[in-house]
């Protein structure tokens, strides 16, 4: 499905690794209103699976853990060798709490796709901010695109969900955020800066066609740094 990753088996990875931990566990206060944005979207998710198949969580800095402790069972697919540890240190004990067991895989989502779907035929799906990173694991940006777009293609039969970045760029610190907003339709990356506002240079994280057209979208405003802003797509999907 995708070409080799230059960051399979790496520490420093673009998508995560250290410096992002690092930046996620600073930042935590700032992305509060994110956060909570993100977690009543999630709790509008209700598959009808005890199970979760979560992919790309990192630690899940973004993730709240009463949605995580929903599930009976969540298997966790991450290249990130310290996401595992440090996921357990924001989740580990609500997911005690709750008897939630925990596993972690560290895997390519992209290589092993559809044997993962296979391994885990009654697991709902997330998609923890993953897909709008593809584009640093693999610089031929049409095949990037392409990969992502086709998942789709392979869950037609699956409950999924996923959160993704669409646009990323310089934003004046302290200026007021692009409000929460929901849209029944793609909406083309220059159009999108366009109706938020966003002037200057947006970085298209390719991710336009990832959700099936007639998806609902929510798009949220992420200040990942005070000086940086990410719209976030969040969208879910039922078998067809
Ligand atoms: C931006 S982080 C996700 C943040 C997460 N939503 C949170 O709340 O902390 C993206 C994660 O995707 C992982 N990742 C990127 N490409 C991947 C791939 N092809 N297969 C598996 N994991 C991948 C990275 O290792 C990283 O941990």
Redesign the pocket.
């Known amino acids: 499905m995708a070409s080799t990753?230059p960051y399979e088996g790496a520490l420093f990875?673009p998508?995560?690794?250290p410096v992002?931990h690092w930046r996620?566990l600073w930042r935590q206060w700032r992305w509060a209103g994110f956060k909570s944005d993100l977690a009543n979207h999630l709790e509008t998710w209700q598959p009808p699976s005890e199970r979760l198949l979560l992919?790309?969580?990192?630690?899940?800095?973004?993730?709240p853990s009463a949605f995580l402790t929903r599930f009976k069972t969540i298997d966790a697919?991450?290249?990130?060798p310290l996401?595992p540890a440090l996921f357990r240190f924001n989740h580990g004990l609500a997911l005690a709490r709750s008897g939630t067991s925990l596993t972690f895989h560290r895997?390519?989502?992209?290589n092993a796709f559809d044997s993962i779907l296979d391994a885990y035929p009654e697991h709902a799906i997330l998609f923890?901010?993953?897909l709008g990173?593809?584009l640093f694991?693999d610089e031929d940006q049409p095949r990037a695109k392409a990969t992502i777009e086709a998942i789709k293609l392979s869950l037609s039969r699956r409950y999924w969900a996923s959160f993704h970045d669409r646009l990323s760029g310089a934003y004046p610190p302290g200026k007021e955020l692009p409000l929460t907003q929901s849209v029944s339709h793609s909406i083309e990356s220059a159009t999108l800066a366009s109706n938020l506002g966003l002037s200057g240079q947006w970085l298209d994280h390719l991710t336009v066609n990832v959700l099936p057209e007639g998806t609902e979208r929510q798009l949220i405003a992420w200040p990942l740094l005070a000086d940086w802003l990410h719209i976030v797509e969040f969208g879910s999907v039922k078998p067809r």
């Open positions: 990753d990875i998508s995560g690794g992002w996620a992919m790309g969580p990192s630690a899940g800095w973004c993730l697919i991450d290249i990130d996401a895997l390519n989502l992209f923890s901010n993953v990173q593809h694991h």
